[in-house]
């Protein structure tokens, strides 16, 4: 009976291990010391007793992963190490209106290599440039549209 309990436990401590480490290793380890425990379970006790371990087996599988994805995430540890955002500011990605911004004249806010920002009558807009590159203040010009971006090439 320790064999089979010690058996359980490592292979529910490997599964543990396996939300925090790369690869599958600790899974494979863990699923196969739980199968182990099984087989020791239904050798030594019959075919009910390796039902019932594989049984108790599966319910503490369920527990562990319930324990890992719902209940870890939500702890003061693990809010610490998780990302919430990426900087302090939302932006929301709005349809440009073509006819609002064909043909019109815009300013590289940023570089453009060849995706960046540029300003268009004052709004900020992400672009492309068909052109390649165009450096910080740069005169382009609004070519086209790509569901959320401007083509601007050089003017």
């Not at 359980?8 to 199968?35: A, D, N, Q, S």
């Not at 087996?57 to 994805?69: F, N, Q, S």
């Not at 998780?82 to 064909?102: F, K, L, P, Y």
């Amino acid at each position: 009976m320790n064999v089979i309990l010690l058996l359980f436990v490592l292979g529910l401590v490997f599964m543990f291990f396996e939300v925090f480490t790369p690869g599958p290793i600790f899974g494979i380890l863990g699923g196969l010391t739980l199968m182990g425990g099984i087989a020791v379970a239904a050798v030594n006790y019959g075919g009910s007793g390796g039902l019932i371990a594989g049984v108790v087996a599966l319910a503490a599988v369920c527990a562990t992963l319930y324990a890992e994805l719902v209940w870890l995430p939500k702890t003061r540890l693990a809010q610490k190490f998780s990302v919430h955002g990426t900087s302090g500011e939302t932006i929301v990605q709005q349809r440009v209106d073509a006819g609002a911004v064909m043909g019109k004249l815009a300013e590289a806010v940023t570089t453009l290599a060849p995706s960046g920002y540029v300003l268009v009558e004052g709004r900020r807009y992400e672009a492309f440039c068909q052109s390649g590159h165009a450096v910080r203040g740069a005169q382009l010009r609004v070519t086209g549209l790509d569901n959320f971006r401007l083509i601007v090439s050089k003017t």
